[in-house]
Antibody, heavy 120, light 109 residues
């Protein structure tokens, strides 16, 4: 059974940093691309970042480019999102998601999300 | 950047109705288009990938069509469990840019 468990969310002041983690199990992690997708309270889905199976293809939404860094550790079957210079508009539930291919195409399994609140 | 526009943003329908949701891309995305369903308080669920391929376990009343810039998601006979919000997502770009549409909320009439 595919399991994706996010952690690292919480309350953080504007301008500070936070690192999200996603522990994956139940599939061959290094065969698939991975994603971070967020959803602000009462709003729609917003794609944040994606990474291919071998970390050679990486993309970011314009809203986070230069502030967020996605990475993965295939040996630890884990996905990460380093978030710097956080803003109030980054407040959202952050989902980790598994792709259905080795390169970023779409998400067939999702975690339950970790909540990030940016506020002073 | 590729923009995805869904219509309508919401609709009211009855059980048994045929429902069609449209998604338009700001430029051609070939068939790199996915559809998701999200229910309140839950993570999204993949319904359709590559414009028209039904994800495993998804009922056959769901279907997708289109290519280029115009795509549709059709629910042939709406069931009570289908009341949810639906999102399209493109995955054409390189480097990756998996833009979502704004969503369509399907409500009970």
């Amino acid at each position: 059974e595919v399991q994706l468990v996010e952690s690292g969310g919480g309350l953080v002041q504007p301008g500070r940093s936070l690192r999200l983690s996603c522990a994956a199990s139940g599939f061959t992690f290094d065969d698939y691309a991975m994603h971070w997708v967020r959803q602000a309270p009462g709003k729609g889905l917003e794609w944040v970042s994606s990474i291919s199976w071998n970390s050679e293809s990486i993309g970011y939404a314009d809203s986070v480019k230069g502030r967020f860094t996605i990475s993965r550790d295939n040996a630890k079957t884990s996905l990460y999102l380093q978030m710097n210079s956080l803003r109030a508009e980054d407040t959202a539930l952050y989902y980790c998601a598994k792709d259905y291919t080795a390169v970023p195409r779409g998400a067939d399994y999702w975690g339950q999300g970790t909540l990030v609140t940016v506020s002073s | 950047d590729i923009q995805m526009t869904q219509s309508p943003s919401s609709l009211s329908a009855s059980v048994g109705d045929r429902v069609t949701i449209t998604c338009r891309a700001s430029q051609s995305i070939s068939r790199y288009l996915n559809w998701y369903q999200q229910k309140p308080g839950k993570a999204p669920k993949l319904l359709i990938y590559a414009a028209s391929s039904l994800q495993s376990g998804v009922p056959s009343r769901f279907s997708g069509s289109g290519s280029g810039t115009d795509f549709t998601l059709t629910i042939s006979s709406l069931q009570p469990e289908d009341f949810a919000t639906y999102y399209c997502q493109q995955s054409y770009s390189s480097p990756p840019e998996l833009t979502f549409g704004g969503g369509t909320k399907v409500e009970i009439k």
